[in-house]
């Protein structure tokens, strides 16, 4: 957990649960696993909003619990997840995909368990039923069933899964666990060591049978006082649905499987063309299920097989399917290898190698958006060619000395280049060691991943900036809004809605344009930065996986 | 000055050696380039500019979840807002008021002895598991004004599993916080009457 990170997630936490959650959460990211009582001490917050957002924490699957180190007796302790936290960064592209995948439904469910973090089925059927309603036309409401389906669907695609059950810890076993029923047995071990995965229950993915039957109920626009405080006060609801403790959350490592897939797809398609990217989804969707998520590369699929799993739309005769498979292995990219010719020759997607190339072309756009695109050859060069002389790279690179040298020394002081001595003689004498310039891509990438996470720090930091300097403004213009929208509601004339949009003077409109302008703007590039974040990480994760 | 860089890079390295491990003479080239002495510019002149974000359906519909996501995120129970009362002048009922500002949605205490900082503490010592349900705020998702916690009220039920017990008996919140004789009501210094409806301006107030 560098400093980079925490500092992001400290602001990803203020943003979305506010400041009391933020320091909560930066002092575990910063102290390790602690108790409640020391964190109390050490942070200076009430006892109260400490056990608050610990539990915030806790529902967002932020923080875990664990017996203390010190045995079963001593108190319980909290650790936070940093990497959990940088998630939030990812959010909406989540929320798009399920869009983009099952529709509004889909949308809104996956809204709504990123907002709450763990919810039971029913409570999020009978929500997301409420809003579709909502915007549904007059007098057509959405049936919980529908919803139901498309959660089932979700659950069987894996893009949600049951929490895990919480651990037991200490010795209490006679009392009845009032956790999830249809978990199986909980884990004994009183000191967990790691915790257990959500996929380590069997039931993970097991949709609990559910009596829901009902429709969403569209909220009226109260006029009057009396509704709203009807409203307000809590209401007990007294309907069970069979899935009481069986709570769901969204799976983020199905979501990035999903990504890095698109990923490749969509690269084969800007490098070949429409029907090689076809031929590439077809392969990766015959593979969903027989590939592990941490593998390098997909089964073997023969190109009978391929062939006879392609689009119906995309009707391309078997010796042009061959052609376009030698295509795809030879390419450099290494998106497809040949793994045998029986069956018509056995293809593979080499997973790991796409996502180390794409890494790769990432780290070479930087050079060159950086430094210029001569920078970047010699960068290109260095990393193909591995080790070379100060003279070779003039030569190899077509560059003047002196220019090289120059960009050579630059790429040298940002760390994007490491120098390596190779001594002749015991003594190292500089007159007699060669120096060779080298770029290792994995610790680069680690460097460049870390300077995502300071840009979006920035980002992030500038935005509230920006925010706090208008605020006076922003308020004005917020309590302008609302009494427009309720004169609109009670029916007022013209006149007086222009009197009241005349409030803003023109030179504050044009103020607050430009304030919107810049607040997207900063919103829309941290959203691109996790592009690039999603992929570094994609590739050091699988090289550590495969090595 | 550029010998200490010089000592560094080369392997050559003395402890504080301040001579340089080769010559100017010997080294082919011109001079390195002069040494800085104070750190870079906040804001330094950047010689290209980076590329215009990629615009498009995709990234507006991605920026416009982003607000959305964070706008709702805001009105949540599971944002906390520090407690701030900005009361002009300190009442007696504030003493027995604090509690009803907070949830009470957690009977969980810490674990160990209960913090002698705070005067509510009656709380017994034990060690809770709990699972929080879910808490449903209807009608404050609707308003975009009201961001005060106080206006927060839902339903929890909540299930404890308990390792040790030390005895003590619970409080029931509602009656007994402060060892007064009074109920909670009791206390209500009438500062929340009529406060709730400024939304409709056209309504007379009498």
């Known amino acids: ?547 | 000055r550029e010998e200490r860089g010089g000592g560094r890079t080369m392997a050559a390295r003395g402890r504080g050696q301040r001579t340089l491990s080769f010559t100017m003479e010997t080294v082919k080239g011109d001079a390195p380039p002069p040494s800085v002495q104070q750190p870079t510019p906040v804001f330094p002149v950047m010689e290209r500019k980076p590329l215009p974000l990629t615009g498009g359906e995709e990234a507006e519909y991605l920026l416009a979840l982003k607000q959305d996501f964070r706008g709702a995120m805001r009105s949540l129970p599971c944002f906390i807002q520090p407690l701030v009362t900005h009361r002009d002048v300190e009442r007696y009922s504030d003493k027995y008021n604090r509690s009803e500002q907070m949830d009470k949605l957690l009977d969980w205490a810490p674990g160990e002895a209960p913090p002698t900082a705070s005067d509510q503490s009656k709380i017994s010592s034990i060690h809770c598991f709990f699972r929080i349900y879910p808490i449903r705020n209807q009608s404050l998702e609707k308003k975009e004004e009201q961001e005060t916690s106080e206006d927060e009220e839902g339903e929890t039920k909540k299930k404890q599993e308990e390792e040790e017990a030390e005895g003590e008996e619970e409080y029931d919140e509602e009656e007994f916080e402060e060892e007064t004789d009074y109920i909670m009501s009791y206390f209500d210094n009438g500062e929340d009457f009529g406060g709730d409806s400024d939304d409709n301006m056209d309504e007379a107030i009498y």
């Open chain 1, 1 to 547: 957990m560098t400093a980079q990170e925490v500092r992001l997630c400290g602001l990803l936490l203020r943003e979305h649960f506010g400041e009391v959650v933020e320091k909560v959460g930066t002092h575990l990211l910063k102290c390790g696993a602690q108790n409640l009582r020391t964190i109390i001490h050490e942070t200076g917050l009430s006892v109260d909003l400490v056990k608050k957002s610990l539990c915030v924490l806790v529902q967002h699957g932020a923080s875990t619990f664990s017996s203390g180190r010190k045995g079963p007796g001593s108190p319980t302790e909290y650790h936070a997840s940093c990497d959990r936290i940088l998630r939030i960064l990812r959010y909406p592209r989540y929320i798009y995909t399920a869009k983009t995948l099952y529709g509004d439904t889909g949308e809104l469910i996956i809204e709504e368990l990123l907002q709450r973090g763990h919810t039971t089925m029913s409570s999020t059927v009978k929500t997301v039923a409420d809003r579709l309603t909502q915007n549904m036309a007059e007098g057509l409401t959405m049936d919980y069933s529908e919803v139901s389906s498309t959660f089932s669907k979700l659950v069987e695609t894996h893009f949600l899964q049951r929490c895990p059950p919480l651990p037991r810890v200490g010795n209490k076993d006679s009392s009845a666990p009032s956790e999830t029923p249809a978990a199986p047995g909980t884990p004994a071990a009183p000191v967990n060591t790691a915790p257990p995965t959500p996929e380590s229950f069997p039931e993970c993915y097991k949709v609990p049978s559910v009596t829901l039957i009902g429709r969403g109920k569209r909220q009226l626009a109260s006029e009057d006082g009396e509704e709203q405080r009807s409203a307000k006060r809590a209401k007990m609801d007294p309907e069970t649905h069979g899935d009481e403790g069986i709570y769901w959350q969204v799976n983020f490592e199905r979501f990035h499987l999903h990504f890095r897939d698109q990923t490749i797809i969509s690269a084969v398609a800007n490098k070949l063309d429409q029907t090689s990217s076809e031929i590439v989804r077809t392969m990766l969707r015959m593979s969903e299920v027989t590939t592990s998520p941490m593998a390098t590369c997909t089964k073997p699929l023969s190109a009978n097989e391929i062939f006879r799993s392609l689009p119906p739309s995309y009707n391309i005769l078997r010796p042009i399917l061959d052609q376009y498979l030698t295509l795809l292995v030879d390419d450099p990219m290494e998106f497809v290898g040949k793994a045998g010719e029986s069956g018509g020759g056995m293809f593979v997607v080499n997973l790991h190698r796409a996502l180390a190339n794409l890494a790769r072309a990432t780290l070479e756009s930087v050079v060159q958006e950086r430094f210029g695109s001569r920078s970047a050859r010699i960068f290109r060069l260095l990393l193909r060619k591995r080790h070379l002389e100060q003279k070779q790279v003039e030569d190899f690179a077509m560059i003047p000395a002196k220019e090289a040298k120059d960009m050579l020394y630059t790429l040298l002081s940002q760390n994007l280049v490491q120098l390596q001595e190779i001594p002749k003689t015991p003594d190292y004498a500089p007159s007699r060691t060669f120096y060779l310039y080298t770029v290792n891509q994995l610790p680069t990438a680690r460097m460049l991943l870390q300077s995502c996470y300071k840009t979006v720090a920035n980002l992030v930091e500038r935005r509230l900036f920006e925010t706090k300097e208008s605020k006076r403004l922003l308020e004005k213009s917020q309590r302008i809004e609302a009494i427009l929208a309720s004169l609109q509601v009670s029916g007022a004339e013209p006149e007086q809605l222009t009197e009241v949009e005349e409030m803003i003077t023109a030179p504050e409109k044009q103020q607050l344009d430009t304030l919107r302008l810049h607040i997207n703007k900063l919103d829309s590039a941290e959203n691109q930065v996790d592009e690039t974040i999603f992929l570094l990480e994609s590739y050091i994760n699988s090289t550590n996986a495969s090595s």
